[in-house]
């Protein structure tokens, strides 16, 4: 299934009756410090992970990371990897030389689900939290973001409803595909 259908088909089993419940979520931000909440499952979260040798400190960085490389760009592949700032390195993987936007959509949702497993089998309290979601929908409430997120805010009163979603919410289903996996 492309990443695109993943949307639809949410949408199709809504459409006969389906019921969901949903957890919203943006940002990166902790409210309260020493508690995990659901700020955990931004990609700009910070929680470091090792896959293949190579340690990340947030998922952004293993995307765009994984992004240089499946274009071949060794320069913005080491500047990634050289910065913790998940702002720098969105910035960084707009840079990518070669990039073809066929190629990279045929690869960007596996490369997040195989990140983000990384991120939450690797970090225990991070698991815990992702499997407390338990079947509920995951969706990133972000208004900017119209690929990995729902192209809408959390209070928006259309957030809850996929069939009136902007955006593909992308990093929503990532997150559902690993929470599967672990």
Known sequence: ??????????????????KYSYLCFW?????????????????????????????????????????????????????????????????????????QYEIWIAHRYEIVVQGNLAKFSQNNHLQQFLLSTSEQIIVEASPVDQIWGIGLAADHADAMNPLKWKGLNLLGFALMDVRKQL
């Not at 949410?10 to 389906?18: C, N, V």
């Open 1 to 18: 299934m492309s990443d695109s259908q993943l949307l639809t088909t949410l949408q199709e089993h809504i459409k006969r009756g389906q």
């Open 27 to 99: 940002g990166h931000r902790q409210k309260t410090p020493e508690k995990i909440d659901k700020s955990c499952l931004s990609q700009w979260y910070p929680a470091k992970f090792e896959i293949d040798g190579v340690d990340y400190q947030n998922t952004e960085q293993y995307m765009m990371a994984q992004k240089a490389k499946l274009f071949k760009d060794e320069n913005i592949f080491q500047q990634i990897l050289h910065t913790d700032d998940p702002k720098k390195i969105k910035a960084l993987g707009r840079q990518v030389k070669n990039y």
